[in-house]
């Protein structure tokens, strides 16, 4: 069993920061390939951002995100973050932190909803214009 505890979101202006956190329980955190998703109001959960295991190279991005997200992980505090940069506020919607804990067995970084086994809860993004 893996907890996820996101935190992190709030209320910002259009070209604003913020950087999300996920906390993760377990001893096998540096194993799982972790993800960043948002739904909007009305519209499918959508993968932002993920990152491999630990032993591999590979992260992924959202087009409409490139460029101004990054995902980092920390493996020694079980944490990964979103540093979300120049915020629109089409980026305004909640933020679940996702974790693969079957990572292994892909080729890459998961892309879809399916790959990823845990969620956290969930943390609201409002940008404003």
């Known amino acids: 069993q893996v907890q996820l505890v996101e935190s992190g979101g709030g209320l910002v202006q259009a070209g604003g920061s913020l950087r999300l956190s996920c906390a993760a329980s377990?001893?096998?955190?540096?194993?799982?390939?972790m993800g960043w998703f948002r739904q909007a109001p009305g519209k499918e959960r959508e993968l932002v951002a993920a990152?491999?295991?630990?032993?591999?190279?590979?992260?992924y991005y959202a087009d409409s995100v490139k460029g101004r997200f990054t995902i980092s992980r920390d493996n020694a505090k079980n944490t990964v973050d979103l540093q979300m940069n120049s915020l629109k506020p089409e980026d305004t919607a909640v933020y679940y932190c996702?974790?693969?804990?079957?990572?292994?067995?892909?080729?890459?970084?998961?892309?879809?909803?399916?790959?990823?086994?845990?969620w956290g809860q969930g943390t609201q993004v409002t940008v404003s214009s």
């Open positions: 377990g001893r096998a955190f540096s194993s799982y390939a």
């Open positions: 990152t491999s295991s630990s032993g591999r190279t590979s992260t």
């Open positions: 996702a974790a693969d804990t079957l990572s292994k067995y892909r080729a890459s970084v998961g892309r879809r909803k399916i790959d990823y086994d845990y």
